[in-house]
């Protein structure tokens, strides 16, 4: 524990220098503390120039990669670092120099266990891309196929570990001080970032999301991912095929080869609203980079380290949210936070409608092309403090996502909003899913959940039993009646189930009949 703790003191001087010395804190920062102002003058750099967002991303890119990732999540969180500085964030990028292509060779054989000449005709020394996790590779393999090949950074994994220890440190260090900071969950959040960041340095399982985004869309030519080469991938080496095409923010690429940007922006539209709601499967790093035009005029996309996963509950949420929004019915927005469980009961609905209200009613006014979803989920997750509303994660990384999408539309036209152009695809969706049909089928889901947990419940009831038989367990008389009461609203509500799936079976026989 104290080996830790002096491990931890000892980076957070360093993190505090590199901090300083790109003058990357807000200024009334380094006033609360006497030391820490009188470190902040000895080392600090007040000429750096830009605002302190700015001057916060180039000090996270001087840390490593850690702190490349970091930054990226904290573009989320306008909550916790402001509005401003989350867009300036936001513009973090992902690159560092590359390691050399001897280690890069290395590694491949390592993992894959054999050698270079056997698995590639050719594999090119430098490298077409690196950043924070990994570095990419044009290779032709031994049957003559041109492929991408991912390599991971020499020691990411340890270097990554340590900082985490660190982020961990910090989270419990900041809840002991500031017991209010539990509301915005840190240790969930850094959760959260540990377990992405884990998943981005196991390469097999970027090779799986690819696998399944790429099945989703099998049947639909507009939007393609590369195919796995399965016999070139292993947990630090990546293989795919080779896209050839424009990156989307190529325009004048993109106008000589005669592709209609509206078209292209469509495309890319609904296929980000296929992900998010259709499959509840999305590429959160749809940055230009990783989005190419190929010479079909349909859209490729890279690099699937970054995915997200949205239950069926939480886009019936999101769809339920922004149609009360863009519509101005903010009663509807705060309904649906309170039957999501996101505000606490206790807290009053009519207020929190007003908050609701503050955020979308400058909307309603602005053209379509002057909205952004993301920053209206920044805004609404800003203002949740005084609700109780507790820090969702998958909900963090969607709003990234939205900007990052909305940041791609607006480049090929700005004037055209993506989600007007995927309109006709939400009210498809909201059909479907909250008819009538599909609230049957809800129920239906609903009670055989009831049904499933008996048996739990029975095992539980029998450990009671055989507790207060044997003595070992003492129940004030009080407390023996409530949980008798219980029982009974149980047993009747578990009745009621059961009636309600056999009415709900013989609907729907009716409906096949």
């Known amino acids: 524990m104290l080996f830790r703790t002096a491990r931890n003191i000892g980076r957070l001087f360093v993190i505090g220098r590199t901090l300083a010395r790109y003058n990357a804190l807000p200024e009334t920062l380094p006033q609360t503390a006497p030391g820490f102002a009188l470190f902040w003058r000895w080392v600090g750099n007040a000429k750096e120039p830009g605002r302190v967002g700015q001057r916060l991303a180039r000090a996270l890119a001087d840390l490593g990669p850690t702190y490349i990732k970091l930054g990226q999540l904290l573009s989320t969180r306008s909550d916790l670092v402001g509005e401003r500085m989350a867009l300036d964030l936001a513009e973090l990028q992902d690159k560092l120099p590359p390691f050399p292509g001897a280690q890069a060779r290395a590694i491949v054989e390592e993992e894959l266990g054999a050698p270079i000449a056997t698995l590639f005709r050719s594999f090119d020394e430098v490298p077409v891309a690196a950043a924070s996790i990994a570095q990419v590779h044009f290779a032709v393999t031994a049957e003559g196929r041109e492929v991408a090949v991912k390599v991971l950074r020499p020691g990411i994994e340890n270097a990554f570990e340590r900082d985490i220890d660190l982020f961990y440190w910090l989270a419990e260090l900041a809840v002991m001080v500031m017991p209010k900071l539990k509301r915005l969950r840190p240790r969930e959040v850094v959760d959260t970032f540990a377990r992405t960041s884990r998943l981005e340095m196991e390469l097999r399982m970027e090779a799986a999301a690819a696998s399944e985004l790429g099945e989703n869309f099998k049947d639909d030519p507009t939007f393609n991912v590369p195919a796995i080469d399965w016999d070139r991938t292993a947990r630090r080496v990546l293989t795919l095929e080779r896209i050839r095409g424009f990156k989307v923010d190529e325009s004048e690429k993109l106008d000589a080869a005669g592709f209609d940007r509206d078209e292209i922006l469509a495309k890319a539209s609904a296929s980000f609203f296929n992900q998010v709601f259709r499959d509840g499967f999305f590429h959160a790093d749809l940055h230009p980079g990783n989005l190419f035009v190929t010479h079909d005029g349909n859209i490729t996309a890279v690099d699937f380290g970054i995915m997200g996963r949205l239950d069926r509950a939480t886009r019936t949420y999101l769809a339920d949210m922004l149609i009360g929004f863009l519509t101005g019915d903010y009663r509807r927005v705060a309904v649906v936070h309170f039957e999501a469980g996101y505000v606490p009961r206790h807290q009053s609905i009519e207020v929190f409608t007003q908050a609701c209200r503050a955020i979308g009613e400058p909307l309603q006014n602005k053209p379509l092309n002057e909205i952004s979803v993301g920053r209206l989920l920044a805004q609404l997750f800003a203002v949740t403090e005084q609700f109780e509303m507790e820090t969702q994660p998958q909900l963090l990384l969607l709003q990234k996502s939205m900007l ?21 695809l939400i009210e498809d969706w909201m059909r479907e899913n909250r008819g009538p049909e599909a609230q049957l089928l809800d129920d239906l889901e609903a009670a ?47 009745r009621i189930a059961l009636w309600i799936i056999v009415a709900l079976l013989a609907v729907i026989a009716v409906r096949v009949l």
């Open 448 to 494: 055989v959940s009831t049904v499933r947990r008996l048996p739990s419940l029975v095992s539980q009831a029998e450990r009671a039993a055989t507790q207060i038989a044997e003595g070992g367990l003492r129940l004030h008389p009080h407390s023996v009646k409530h949980m008798l009461d219980r029982w009974v609203e149980r047993r009747l509500s578990e």
């Open 404 to 424: 990052t999408a909305e940041g791609v539309g607006r480049f090929l036209n700005p004037s055209i909003n993506m989600w007007e152009l995927a309109r006709p």
